[in-house]
């Protein structure tokens, strides 16, 4: 081995991975890991998978490049085909990117030009949601409610209006129904937009089901229509960040479409490529694009990447098997098996206070005090231990933590790929109960 260059998130290298296999990874030391989040909720057809790679190769064979300021691409053009036909409503225009990040960034740039387009040049606040992630570029950070993410680069960040999150077991009060939580939670943007001026806010953001930073964290019934409904009276537009949960993660093409609400525009990444090539998505309405495109004509946007003909051949393909091999059904059997098994494991845990999620994203939100919910002290990075004892069992999960006011501690998400078997579900929340044990 040479000397080390690469600058890595941890100050020690981590092992080397050198062969992915099915729901499998494989390091240099021949360690085989059972990857039960697909790094961060990524790798949702497992690895390897052959008519991926083959299609990739075809298209990097054949055609590997075009810039979008001179071509696009049939690979763009069919995928761009399938994204709108599985989407609700007229979500039917798909701008690409090569990230989640640069996905929401993109979506930005858009909600503004929109009002620009109308000649609402005073709309320009963006409204987003305290625990919730949006990347990590500059515009996505700002827009996210990442406490620790942010801290460093405050300064930096754009000024945006960050209300709480409708997340039921941290903030519903006892005995509050759903449904009135929901519509508590929804009020928070009303007032929000009022403190603001309306004529002033130019979207909301929201994660439909909240991933890295809360822990599948899915809306209660009726809040993303509440919020629906907030936005149009307002004339402010509603981005869906889908970037984790979409993409089939959660049973269907788009999460929102279970909420029953069509946003204006919903980003997408992560399960779109699969992890076979980096690729985001923003899709928006056609009365959003509509209106650029009868106004100045374009989105004042663009990147050397876009529309990259092997990531869009790749993500391709990925939503071709989806579809061949009925995995959105596999995705709702699966998610129902493993929140069994994680109840069946950790129901009556004392230290695991929730468990949650929607279809294969799932979390368990560990706690000091079951019956107060009480989180553990941050400084102990439980989630941090739980990883790395996971791992040292040949098990990967991804981590997530941080307090709200000091009210959310350590939970675990689990992001199993759509073909996992009932076995492997069985494997995965054995495991997780040693690690538990061990790390409490
Ligand atoms: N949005 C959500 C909901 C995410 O979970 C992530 C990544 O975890 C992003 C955006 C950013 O995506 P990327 O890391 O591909 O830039």
């Known amino acids: 081995m040479g000397a080390e260059h690469v600058l890595h998130r941890t100050t020690q290298r981590p092992p080397m991975a050198v062969r992915g296999e099915g729901i499998y990874l494989i390091d240099e030391q021949g360690r085989r890991y059972i990857d039960a989040c697909g790094g961060a909720a990524v790798s949702c057809l497992g690895h390897g998978h052959p008519k991926v790679a083959a299609a990739l190769s075809e298209q990097a064979s054949r055609l590997e490049y075009v810039h979008t300021g001179f071509f696009t691409s049939d690979a763009a053009e069919r995928l761009a085909a399938m994204v709108a036909k599985m989407s609700p409503g007229t979500l039917d225009r798909v701008w690409y990117t090569s990230s989640g990040s640069e996905a929401i960034e993109a979506a930005l740039k858009l909600a503004r030009q929109y009002h620009l387009e109308r000649g609402e040049k005073g709309r320009r606040h963006v409204i987003a949601r305290r625990l919730s992630y949006h990347g990590n570029t500059l515009g996505a950070l700002a827009a996210g409610g990442s406490a620790w993410r942010r801290l460093p680069y405050e300064p930096l960040l754009m000024d945006v209006a960050l209300v709480d999150p409708c997340f ?39 994660e439909t089901v909240v991933g890295a930073t809360a822990g599948a964290v899915p809306p209660v019934p009726g809040y993303l229509r509440k919020i629906r409904e907030i936005c149009d009276r307002n004339g402010i537009l509603m981005i869906l960040d889908e970037v984790m949960c979409g993409s089939g993660r959660t049973g269907t093409f788009l999460s929102c479409e279970q909420d029953g609400v069509v946003p204006d525009i919903v980003t997408l990444g992560k399960g779109l490529g699969a992890g076979y090539q980096p690729i985001g998505a923003v899709v928006c309405t056609s009365e959003v694009y509509d209106t650029v495109a009868n106004g100045s004509g374009a989105l004042k946007h663009g990147q050397t990447y876009n529309a990259h003909p092997v990531g869009c051949a790749a993500a391709l393909a990925v939503q ?43 979390a368990i939100e560990l706690v000091a005090d079951r019956s107060t919910k ?53 494997t995965i929340v054995d495991l997780l109960g040693d690690t538990v044990e061990a790390v409490l």
């Open 168 to 206: 039921e077991y941290r903030f519903a009060e006892p005995g509050e129904s759903p449904e009135a939580y929901g519509a508590k939670a929804a009020n928070a943007l009303e007032r929000e937009i009022a403190r603001l001026g309306p004529e002033t806010v130019m979207c909301f953001v929201a």
């Open 320 to 362: 071709q098997v989806i579809r061949e091999e009925a995995l959105l059904d596999r995705v709702n059997s699966a998610g129902t098996r493993l929140r069994s098994l994680l109840a069946e494991r950790f129901g009556n845990h004392p230290h695991v206070g929730d468990i949650r999620g929607r279809g294969l994203l799932q």
């Open 374 to 426: 009480a989180p553990f002290d941050p400084e102990l990075a439980l989630h941090q231990h739980a990883k790395a004892d996971a791992m040292d069992r040949g098990l990967l999960i991804y981590p997530g933590g941080g307090t709200i006011d000091g009210r959310h501690g350590d939970h675990i998400l689990l992001a199993p790929p759509y073909n996992v078997t009932d076995e492997e579900l069985e």
